[in-house]
Structures are given as structure tokens and as C-alpha cells.
């Protein structure tokens, strides 16, 4: 292959300017002028170099981690640009909400870094088949460490690349050392990159000191997945030549091994490589250094005394602004006698009818329609590339809805059981809820949650777990009583910028009907909430099936105790419609809560300690709460039916309530 002389040089500068920037933060941190850490790509150059020029930046996709300054660079990343995220001051492009090592430009596909090290490759599969779906012949970088190869993601990302065929680089940076444990401690095989086998890919381990001879071999492996979609497997042999960051002197690291391989600075391979195949000379090439070395210094220098971000000035909202997505049309719909399951496959059919960006992704929903059948027939008329069935990797397949979110796409995620979803919390919670605080883009992603008990599944397959999912920042959680809502909301979830969690019902799915009347405008989830029943005596605030059973509660309530009770549907639990309950209590001076939910840690309990702080002079009796114990669902009919509120218990507690 003939790379020339100007690459080699561009190669080589990237190398050197990563070296200088990096030592010169390493300096500002000592000096506490860098916050939180430092980490070093030194004898990591010639790897992410290679690599990252191998592929296309204007289409391609990439992770880069903590040691790849060098692969910013790369992709065109001013250094004026890391030095401010670094220093966390106002030019930041995050304005100082991200770590210092967690760069990313989503808009030009370089995703977000997150600690969790395996989260971020399943995030790669999502965007490149999002840019091919799109018309974009994206190929995608997913980079790991060899300490990173032991996660989940890691082996769910193989196979649902593999599966889907998909033209994804696994790129493994394998320096010896996950932080202090050396690999005869992570893994019990000569090379990682045999483990390509147990997914039917190619793969191969190389060398990766020489950026020239990495830049080669992977230009060909990428030429190939351009040609013939799959995925690779790629180890890349480094050294870490320096400890894991800052703080961390590497008294460990046996010193004959740090001298041996410090024969193969990478950044001094190059070196010699451009004087000896003649494409610079030693003067030329000292000249070039001093330049680049006098470029880093002073685009620091420019960073160094700008202002730190100004707490009062700053966004602080997880949310990206809701307002229904401009250009959505659909056309107005009707439905007759729709249960809730089938207002859930009415709204996911029209939108997919209308707007190719929305995708449907879960386990079992294609041919055989998912196991509520909530996509009876959707398979068959939208096809394999949009009805998506996964393997059974709900880390790996919610990672593959964020990334397909953040290049533009509108999956929706169907958990067979609400219980499922607990294997993607760090997907769901960690990397999707804070995407739109740290990076600015949004994630308009739909994670669907059949949900609760009533059908004696057990504890694995009942649980209510809005409380959980309520506790991460920037998560919408919607929770629709009647199948009119099920519609409405399901399609507002869809074009909410940001990830929804739509819980649904299993218990309801089956059990009640209404028509559907839709006049083709998309609902916004702010400010939802609807009174279904005008009370002056006492509220009640219910959702889902314990709605139903709080209604034949009032029912009997007023029939029997002659009150008039008022019946609020939160319809969207967060952000929550305080504006509306806290009118209702004030009217009402009584508030009760119901729910399926456990109490500890509910939202429901979330709910009653804002009305205290909003409505406490208002309330004439302390707020309740009727909820099941704090324990697992059980499985037998007869433990289940007393473990569920049921609309006896809650006429109990308004009769209580109307005592005070």
C-alpha cells in the first residue's frame, strides 16, 4: 500500500501534539488547575492513530476513550477545544458538566465516553446502522480496553453486531494493565482477539507500536467492511507506558517490562520512521515539533485564563425541551372498542407509517408479535430492518436504541416484562438520562414496560418499577390508565426529544375498552395530568389498574358515605404535573395515593412529600398512601390478590381520611 509522505507527517504531528498537550495537562493538574484526573495515551499513539486514520470521519463512527487524545486529533478535534473541556471553563462544550476525559461531538459521530467502559459499544452498533438505514455508508469504531473485555456489553455488542451484520471495528486497546491488574488476572487465553470465533467474525491481533504498519492493516480490514458488512475483531498490542492517570505513580508495573517497551514509544517510532524513509529531514522535522510544541502552548495558554462556568447562568435542566418535533404530521385516526394493547400496536403502526426514523426493537415482537402481542402484524408489513428482533441482551440492545437516538433515529424498546429492564439500568439510567445534560444532544428514545401484577406471574414477571427509574435525572416515566392514553401518550413518547420509560398495564391490557379518537396532533408530556372526576370532599391520585380500582372505590364511596371525591390521573409521573394535584388539594384538603408500586422509594412517596411542601396549610389530614407490603409479588392467586391494593382497602382509607 503507498501512503506517501503527507500522511506519515499528519500522523505523525497528531502523535506528537497528543504527547505535548497531554504532558502540559499533567502540569495544570499538579498545579490544580485541571480538576478531577488526567489519563495519558502515552504508548497508546500509534494504535489510535492508526486506527482513527484508517477510517472516514465525515461518515464513519467512534468511541474514543480516555487514552485517545490522539484520536480527536485525528478526527479533526482542536486542541483549543480538549485544553477548555479540560480546564471546565466557559468554552467547554460541555460548560463544565462532563469529566475531563469524556469528550464527544455526537453531531459528528464521535459519541460521549461513560466510565462504564463496556456501555459504550453497543451505542456504536445503534449509530452506524442508524447512518446506514439513513443512506450513509458508515463504518464503526467501538473501542475497549483489554480490562474492559470482561464486561457484558462487550460480548452482547459482538453478537448483536455479528447478527445484525453490521460494519463495526471492535477495537481493542490491550496496554497490559486495567488499571493495576495486570491481563493474566482478566482473562485465561493467549489473545483476546480468537474470541471473534465464538461469534462467527474475523479477528486478529497486532502489533501496535508502528502507526504506519496499524494505519495499513486496518485500511484494509475497513476497505473490506465497506464492501462486505460485518463486524472485526481487533487487538491492538501496546504498552501503557505511564500509570492509569495522575495520581497513580505505577509502582506495580515490573520496571524491565516499562524499559522494554519504552524501546517502542510509539511517538518515537514514527519519528524515526519519517527520517529514515527520507519523507522529512532531522532539521525540517525539528523546525515542525518547535511549531507544533509553540501551537499547544499557546492554545493553552488561551484556555488557562478563561472564566469557570457560571452556576447561575447555567442550563440546568436534564430535559431538552419538549414541544412536539417540528415537521411531525400524521394524519388524524380513529379506533373502535380498542383495548389497551391494541391502542399500544394502533399508535406504533402510524407512526412507523409516517416516519421512517422510528424503529421497534425487543425480544420476540417480530414474526410472533411479542408476547402481548403489542406488534401483532407489524413484522410482516415494515420488515426485518425496522421491527428488530434482538438477542436476549437488554444491556445490549437499549445501548443499540441510544446510539440509533443520537444520529437521528426514534427506537422504541419493547421489555418483554417491566422486570427485564433492571439488566439495562446503567444503559437506561446512567448513559441515556444524563445524555442530554452532558452533551447538549438528545436521545428520543422509547423504552416500553409491560408492567404490575394481577396475572399471577410471580416475582420476576409483576414488578412496578417506576420508582426505580424515577430516581435518574433526565428519564421521563409515563404511566396511561385508559387505552385512549395508551394512544395519545405512546406517540408522545416517541417524539419527545428525550427517553421515555411507558409503563403499561399487563393486568389492564385485556380488560377495558374505549374508542380512539386522534386529530393528528402530538401531545406534549409536560403538564399532563387530567382530572377524570370532579370532588370537593377528598382527592385521590391513582394510575394504571389501581386507577380502575380507585374509581370503583369513589363510586361506592359516595354512594355509601354520601362525598364527593375527586380523581386526578398523573398520566406522566415525571416530570410530574405538581400544578394540577396541588390545585385539586387545595380545593379538597385531603390527599390519598394509590398505587402498585412498593411505598419505599416510590414515586408515589415522591409525590406526597411534594404536596406537603406545596399544600401543607392547606391539608386537613396527613396525606395516605395505600400500597402493597415491601415485598416480592407472590406467585399464587391467593397470596397475589391480597398483595394488591384492591378497591375495598382504598374505600377503607377514604372513610379514614374523611374522619379528620
Given at each position: 500500500?503507498?501512503?506517501?509522505?503527507?500522511?506519515?507527517?499528519?500522523?505523525?504531528?497528531?502523535?506528537?501534539?497528543?504527547?505535548?498537550?497531554?504532558?502540559?495537562?499533567?502540569?495544570?493538574?499538579?498545579?490544580?488547575?485541571?480538576?478531577?484526573?488526567?489519563?495519558?495515551?502515552?504508548?497508546?499513539?500509534?494504535?489510535?492513530?492508526?486506527?482513527?486514520?484508517?477510517?472516514?470521519?465525515?461518515?464513519?463512527?467512534?468511541?474514543?476513550?480516555?487514552?485517545?487524545?490522539?484520536?480527536?486529533?485525528?478526527?479533526?478535534?482542536?486542541?483549543?477545544?480538549?485544553?477548555?473541556?479540560?480546564?471546565?471553563?466557559?468554552?467547554?462544550?460541555?460548560?463544565?458538566?462532563?469529566?475531563?476525559?469524556?469528550?464527544?461531538?455526537?453531531?459528528?459521530?464521535?459519541?460521549?465516553?461513560?466510565?462504564?467502559?463496556?456501555?459504550?459499544?453497543?451505542?456504536?452498533?445503534?449509530?452506524?446502522?442508524?447512518?446506514?438505514?439513513?443512506?450513509i455508508p458508515a463504518v464503526g469504531l467501538a473501542i475497549i480496553g483489554d480490562g474492559g473485555t470482561s464486561t457484558g456489553d462487550f460480548?452482547?455488542?459482538?453478537?448483536?453486531?455479528?447478527?445484525?451484520?453490521?460494519?463495526?471495528?471492535?477495537?481493542?486497546?490491550?496496554?497490559?494493565?486495567?488499571?493495576?491488574?495486570?491481563?493474566?488476572?482478566?482473562?485465561?487465553?493467549?489473545?483476546?482477539?480468537?474470541?471473534?470465533?465464538?461469534?462467527?467474525?474475523?479477528?486478529?491481533?497486532?502489533?501496535?507500536?508502528?502507526?504506519?504498519?496499524?494505519?495499513?492493516?486496518?485500511?484494509?480490514?475497513?476497505?473490506?467492511?465497506?464492501?462486505?458488512?460485518?463486524?472485526?475483531?481487533?487487538?491492538?498490542?501496546?504498552?501503557?507506558?505511564?500509570?492509569?492517570?495522575?495520581?497513580?505513580?505505577?509502582?506495580?508495573?515490573?520496571?524491565?517490562?516499562?524499559?522494554?517497551?519504552?524501546?517502542?514509544?510509539?511517538?518515537?517510532?514514527?519519528?524515526?520512521?519519517?527520517?529514515?524513509?527520507?519523507?522529512?529531514?532531522?532539521?525540517?522535522?525539528?523546525?515542525?515539533?518547535?511549531?507544533?510544541?509553540?501551537?499547544?502552548?499557546?492554545?493553552?495558554?488561551?484556555?488557562?485564563?478563561?472564566?469557570?462556568?457560571?452556576?447561575?447562568?447555567?442550563?440546568?435542566?436534564?430535559?431538552?425541551?419538549?414541544?412536539p418535533a417540528e415537521g411531525v404530521t400524521l394524519p388524524p385516526f380513529t379506533l373502535k372498542d380498542a383495548y389497551p394493547v391494541q391502542?399500544?400496536?394502533?399508535?406504533?403502526?402510524?407512526?412507523?407509517?409516517?416516519?421512517?426514523?422510528?424503529?421497534?426493537?425487543?425480544?420476540?415482537?417480530?414474526?410472533?408479535?411479542?408476547?402481548?402481542?403489542?406488534?401483532?402484524?407489524?413484522?410482516?408489513?415494515?420488515?426485518?430492518?425496522?421491527?428488530?428482533?434482538?438477542?436476549?441482551?437488554?444491556?445490549?440492545?437499549?445501548?443499540?436504541?441510544?446510539?440509533?437516538?443520537?444520529?437521528?433515529?426514534?427506537?422504541?424498546?419493547?421489555?418483554?416484562?417491566?422486570?427485564?429492564?433492571?439488566?439495562?439500568?446503567?444503559?437506561?439510567?446512567?448513559?441515556?438520562?444524563?445524555?442530554?445534560?452532558?452533551?447538549?444532544?438528545?436521545?428520543?428514545?422509547?423504552?416500553?414496560?409491560?408492567?404490575?401484577?394481577?396475572?399471577?406471574?410471580?416475582?420476576?414477571?409483576?414488578?412496578?418499577?417506576?420508582?426505580?427509574?424515577?430516581?435518574?435525572?433526565?428519564?421521563?416515566?409515563?404511566?396511561?390508565?385508559?387505552?385512549?392514553?395508551?394512544?395519545?401518550?405512546?406517540?408522545?413518547?416517541?417524539?419527545?426529544?428525550?427517553?421515555?420509560?411507558?409503563?403499561?398495564?399487563?393486568?389492564?391490557?385485556?380488560?377495558?375498552?374505549?374508542?380512539?379518537?386522534?386529530?393528528?396532533?402530538?401531545?406534549?408530556?409536560?403538564?399532563?395530568?387530567?382530572?377524570?372526576?370532579?370532588?370537593?370532599?377528598?382527592?385521590?391520585?391513582?394510575?394504571?389498574?389501581?386507577?380502575?380500582?380507585?374509581?370503583?372505590?369513589?363510586?361506592?364511596?359516595?354512594?355509601?358515605?354520601?362525598?364527593?371525591?375527586?380523581?386526578?390521573?398523573?398520566?406522566?409521573?415525571?416530570?410530574?404535573?405538581?400544578?394540577?394535584?396541588?390545585?385539586?388539594?387545595?380545593?379538597?384538603?385531603?390527599?390519598?395515593?394509590?398505587?402498585?408500586?412498593?411505598?419505599?422509594?416510590?414515586?408515589?412517596?415522591?409525590?406526597?412529600?411534594?404536596?406537603?411542601?406545596?399544600?401543607?396549610?392547606?391539608?386537613?389530614?396527613?396525606?395516605?398512601?395505600?400500597?402493597?407490603?415491601?415485598?416480592?409479588?407472590?406467585?399464587?392467586?391467593?397470596?397475589?390478590?391480597?398483595?394488591?391494593?384492591?378497591?375495598?382497602?382504598?374505600?377503607?382509607?377514604?372513610?379514614?381520611?374523611?374522619?379528620?
Amino acid at each position: 500500500m503507498g501512503i506517501g509522505k503527507e500522511l506519515p507527517l499528519q500522523m505523525y504531528r497528531n502523535m506528537y501534539t497528543a504527547r505535548k498537550s497531554e504532558d502540559r495537562l499533567m502540569d495544570l493538574y499538579r498545579q490544580s488547575l485541571v480538576k478531577g484526573t488526567v489519563t495519558s495515551g502515552e504508548g497508546n499513539e500509534g494504535a489510535i492513530v492508526g486506527v482513527a486514520t484508517a477510517l472516514d470521519p465525515k461518515t464513519d463512527v467512534c468511541n474514543f476513550m480516555q487514552r485517545d487524545f490522539a484520536g480527536y486529533l485525528t478526527w479533526g478535534v482542536p486542541v483549543y477545544h480538549l485544553f477548555c473541556h479540560y480546564l471546565a471553563n466557559v468554552d467547554s462544550s460541555t460548560g463544565g458538566k462532563d469529566g475531563n476525559v469524556h469528550h464527544g461531538i455526537p453531531s459528528k459521530g464521535m459519541l460521549p465516553m461513560v466510565s462504564h467502559l463496556g456501555v459504550m459499544l453497543p451505542n456504536v452498533n445503534g449509530a452506524v446502522y442508524a447512518r446506514r438505514q439513513q443512506g450513509i455508508p458508515a463504518v464503526g469504531l467501538a473501542i475497549i480496553g483489554d480490562g474492559g473485555t470482561s464486561t457484558g456489553d462487550f460480548h452482547e455488542s459482538l453478537n448483536i453486531a455479528s447478527v445484525l451484520h453490521l460494519p463495526v471495528l471492535f477495537m481493542i486497546e490491550n496496554n497490559h494493565w486495567a488499571y493495576s491488574t495486570p491481563t493474566k488476572y482478566q482473562f485465561n487465553c493467549d489473545d483476546l482477539s480468537v474470541r471473534a470465533a465464538g461469534y462467527g467474525i474475523k479477528g486478529d491481533k497486532i502489533k501496535a507500536t508502528n502507526a504506519v504498519e496499524v494505519y495499513e492493516t486496518v485500511k484494509e480490514i475497513v476497505d473490506g467492511m465497506r464492501r462486505h458488512p460485518q463486524p472485526y475483531l481487533l487487538e491492538t498490542v501496546t504498552y501503557r507506558l505511564v500509570g492509569h492517570a495522575a495520581y497513580d505513580s505505577a509502582d506495580y508495573v515490573p520496571q524491565e517490562d516499562l524499559d522494554r517497551w519504552r524501546t517502542e514509544d510509539p511517538v518515537a517510532v514514527m519519528r524515526n520512521y519519517l527520517l529514515t524513509s527520507r519523507i522529512v529531514s532531522a532539521a525540517e522535522l525539528d523546525k515542525l515539533e518547535a511549531q507544533w510544541q509553540e501551537q499547544v502552548s499557546a492554545e493553552a495558554n488561551r484556555a488557562i485564563p478563561l472564566p469557570k462556568p457560571d452556576p447561575l447562568k447555567t442550563e440546568w435542566s436534564p430535559y431538552k425541551p419538549s414541544a412536539p418535533a417540528e415537521g411531525v404530521t400524521l394524519p388524524p385516526f380513529t379506533l373502535k372498542d380498542a383495548y389497551p394493547v391494541q391502542a399500544v400496536t394502533a399508535a406504533l403502526d402510524l407512526a412507523m407509517e409516517h416516519d421512517r426514523s422510528v424503529i421497534l426493537l425487543g425480544e420476540d415482537i417480530g414474526e410472533y408479535g411479542g408476547p402481548f402481542k403489542a406488534t401483532k402484524g407489524l413484522f410482516q408489513k415494515y420488515g426485518r430492518e425496522r421491527v428488530i428482533d434482538m438477542p436476549l441482551a437488554e444491556s445490549g440492545f437499549t445501548g443499540f436504541a441510544i446510539g440509533a437516538a443520537g444520529m437521528g433515529m426514534r427506537p422504541v424498546i419493547e421489555m418483554q416484562f417491566s422486570d427485564f429492564s433492571t439488566d439495562a439500568v446503567t444503559q437506561i439510567g446512567v448513559n441515556s438520562g444524563t445524555y442530554y445534560f452532558r452533551t447538549g444532544s438528545s436521545i428520543p428514545m422509547t423504552i416500553r414496560m409491560p408492567t404490575g401484577g394481577g396475572l399471577s406471574y410471580g416475582p420476576f414477571h409483576s414488578e412496578d418499577l417506576e420508582g426505580l427509574f424515577g430516581t435518574f435525572p433526565g428519564l421521563k416515566i409515563v404511566y396511561p390508565s385508559f387505552p385512549e392514553d395508551c394512544f395519545s401518550l405512546l406517540l408522545a413518547s416517541i417524539y419527545d426529544p428525550n427517553p421515555v420509560m411507558f409503563f403499561e398495564s399487563k393486568f389492564l391490557y385485556r380488560r377495558l375498552k374505549a374508542d380512539i379518537r386522534f386529530d393528528g396532533r402530538v401531545e406534549s408530556l409536560d403538564r399532563a395530568a387530567r382530572i377524570r372526576k370532579q370532588g370537593a370532599d377528598l382527592t385521590i391520585l391513582s394510575y394504571g389498574a389501581m386507577m380502575h380500582e380507585s374509581l370503583d372505590a369513589v363510586k361506592e364511596a359516595e354512594e355509601k358515605l354520601g362525598v364527593s371525591v375527586e380523581v386526578v390521573d398523573p398520566r406522566v409521573l415525571k416530570p410530574f404535573d405538581y400544578d394540577t394535584l396541588s390545585a385539586s388539594v387545595k380545593k379538597t384538603h385531603r390527599l390519598l395515593v394509590v398505587q402498585e408500586a412498593w411505598r419505599t422509594g416510590s414515586l408515589g412517596a415522591t409525590i406526597v412529600s411534594g404536596i406537603v411542601e406545596r399544600n401543607f396549610f392547606d391539608l386537613d389530614a396527613p396525606p395516605v398512601m395505600v400500597t402493597p407490603p415491601d415485598t416480592p409479588v407472590p406467585f399464587a392467586p391467593e397470596l397475589e390478590v391480597h398483595y394488591r391494593p384492591n378497591s375495598k382497602v382504598i374505600l377503607e382509607k377514604i372513610a379514614e381520611l374523611l374522619k379528620y
